[in-house]
T-cell receptor
Framework: KQEVTQIPAALSVPEGENLVLNCSFTDSAIYNLQWFRQDPGKGLTSLLLIQSSQREQTSGRLNASLDKSSGRSTLYIAASQPGDSATYLCAVMDTDKLIFGTGTRLQVFP | EPEVTQTPSHQVTQMGQEVILRCVPISNHLYFYWYRQILGQKVEFLVSFYNNEISEKSEIFDDQFSVERPDGSNFTLKIRSTKLEDSAMYFC????????????FGPGTRLTVL
C-alpha cells in the first residue's frame, strides 16, 4: 500500500531564504507526482506536476525533482516571500487516484 | 482560466440527513473525482468517475455514498444518511485524461454534521 510522507511537518523561515521541502513514497510504481499549495480553509492549487519519466519541473521560483528509484521528491522554493506561507502537499498518482502526504506548513516572516 | 466550482461552500446538517454536494468540473475534462479532508488529517481519495461509471472507489466510499453526473456539466456526491464522522472538507477534482494529467481541484465544501 502506497504511503506518502513529508518532512518537515512545519517550517518557519525569514523572507529571502531558499528552502527545500521533502516528500517520500514507498512504492515507485507511480504515474506522476504533483505538488499542491493549500491556504488555510481553502482548496488545493496545483503547483507542479512531474511525470514518472521526468526528473525535474520548474515554474518560476519553484523547482521540483523526482527520483522514482529512491521514492523521493523535493520542492525547492527560491527567494521565499511572505506570500509563500501555506501548507504544501505532495501527492503521487496511483492508477486513478492521488495519494497525499500530510503536508509541510510553511511560514515565511518578513 | 477555467476552474472547478463547488456549491455550497459550507453545509450544516443533522445526523441522519441526506446531503448532496455539487461540483461543476472544467468543461472539456472527462475524469472526475471526489476527495475529502477531515480537519487536521490527510486529503483522502473517495471515488473516481469516467464515462458515467465509477472507475475506482476507496473503502471510505461505502453504500452511504453515491455519485452522479445528472447532466453535461454537474457532478454530485450524495451522502444518504450522514454521520458525525462525515464532517470534513469535500473536494471535487477533474482532469482531461487519466494518470498523466494534472488534477484540478475545486475550493471545497465544508460539511458539518451535528
Amino acid at each position: 500500500k502506497q504511503e506518502v510522507t513529508q518532512i518537515p511537518a512545519a517550517l518557519s523561515v525569514p523572507e529571502g531564504e531558499n528552502l527545500v521541502l521533502n516528500c517520500s513514497f514507498t512504492d515507485s510504481a507511480i504515474y506522476n507526482l504533483q505538488w499542491f499549495r493549500q491556504d488555510p480553509g481553502k482548496g488545493l492549487t496545483s503547483l507542479l506536476l512531474i511525470q514518472s519519466s521526468q526528473r525535474e519541473q520548474t515554474s518560476g521560483r519553484l523547482n521540483a525533482s523526482l527520483d522514482k528509484s529512491s521514492g523521493r521528491s523535493t520542492l525547492y522554493i527560491a527567494a521565499s516571500q511572505p506570500g509563500d506561507s501555506a501548507t504544501y502537499l505532495c501527492a503521487v498518482m496511483d492508477t486513478d487516484k492521488l495519494i497525499f502526504g500530510t503536508g509541510t506548513r510553511l511560514q515565511v516572516f518578513p | 482560466e477555467p476552474e472547478v466550482t463547488q456549491t455550497p461552500s459550507h453545509q450544516v446538517t443533522q445526523m441522519g440527513q441526506e446531503v448532496i454536494l455539487r461540483c461543476v468540473p472544467i468543461s472539456n475534462h472527462l475524469y472526475f473525482y471526489w476527495y475529502r479532508q477531515i480537519l487536521g488529517q490527510k486529503v483522502e481519495f473517495l471515488v473516481s468517475f469516467y464515462n458515467n461509471e465509477i472507475s475506482e472507489k476507496s473503502e471510505i466510499f461505502d453504500d452511504q455514498f453515491s455519485v452522479e453526473r445528472p447532466d453535461g456539466s454537474n457532478f454530485t456526491l450524495k451522502i444518504r444518511s450522514t454521520k458525525l464522522e462525515d464532517s470534513a472538507m469535500y473536494f471535487c477534482a477533474s482532469s482531461l485524461s487519466r494518470g498523466s494529467d494534472t488534477q484540478y481541484f475545486g475550493p471545497g465544501t465544508r460539511l458539518t454534521v451535528l
